[in-house]
T-cell receptor, first 113, second 115 residues
């Protein structure tokens, strides 16, 4: 069956450390993988997109890796801050010519001062 | 540029009623997608419209329907509401057709409660 799994329901880390979130998928062949941030009561906000032929993408303190052999993406936030506390969602885009995203359940990140 | 707007923000209905939710995409965006978000199932794709045509539909019953107007604004309708339809309904717009992978801009959602 097709599945997307994100690591643990909640991740607690200390301010200044690197947060690493995992997204594993089964029986999908995404052309793109996206990461979104969602705060309580709000819609998701786009963070990064990585293509199937890209290994790594960076944007400021964010880094995403994509391993199509392992069927896994890792999302890193370096020098984390309490303001980074939110739920992070990975989403698969199968690239079939329409805008449909398949979301994981999300990982809730809490950064403690 | 104004973001994606959704109306109403909150809605309370009773079982058996029907509801219409509205979404105005970012100006210039022709693609509008709808998602349902619940604590148990997470974010699930309902359908996507591009230039007034439904291009794809998720695995939801026929009670869920939608449409898109010539100005790209979109509505979704749920008929014969069930308790399980209580959820946050999110609309997202995108600037292109989806062939090259692109970010989606989400609205704040409509919180629907079915009693």
């Amino acid at each position: 069956s097709q599945k997307i799994e994100q690591n643990s329901e909640a991740l607690n880390i200390q301010e200044g450390k690197t947060a690493t979130l995992t997204c594993n998928y089964t029986n999908y062949s995404p052309a793109y993988l996206q990461w979104y941030r969602q705060d309580p009561g709000r819609g998701p906000v786009f963070l990064l997109l990585i293509r199937e032929n890209e290994k790594e993408k960076r944007k400021e303190r964010l880094k995403v890796t994509f391993d199509t052999t392992l069927k896994q993406s890792l999302f890193h936030i370096t020098a984390s801050q309490p303001a980074d506390s939110a739920t992070y969602l990975c989403a698969l885009d199968l690239g079939r010519g329409y805008n449909k995203l398949i979301f994981g359940a999300g990982t809730r990140l809490a950064v403690h001062p | 540029k104004a973001g994606v707007t959704q109306t109403p923000r909150y809605l309370i209905k009773t079982r058996g009623q029907q509801v219409t939710l509205s979404c105005s995409p970012i100006s210039g965006h022709r693609s509008v997608s709808w998602y349902q978000q619940t604590p148990g199932q997470g974010l699930q794709f309902l359908f996507e419209y591009f230039s007034e045509t439904q291009r794809n539909k998720g695995n939801f019953p026929g009670r869920f329907s939608g449409r898109q107007f010539s100005n790209s604004r979109s509505e979704m309708n749920v008929s014969t509401l069930e308790l399980g339809d209580s959820a946050l309904y999110l609309c997202a717009s995108s600037s292109n057709s989806g062939t090259k992978g692109n970010e989606q801009f989400f609205g704040p959602g409509t919180r629907l409660t079915v009693l």
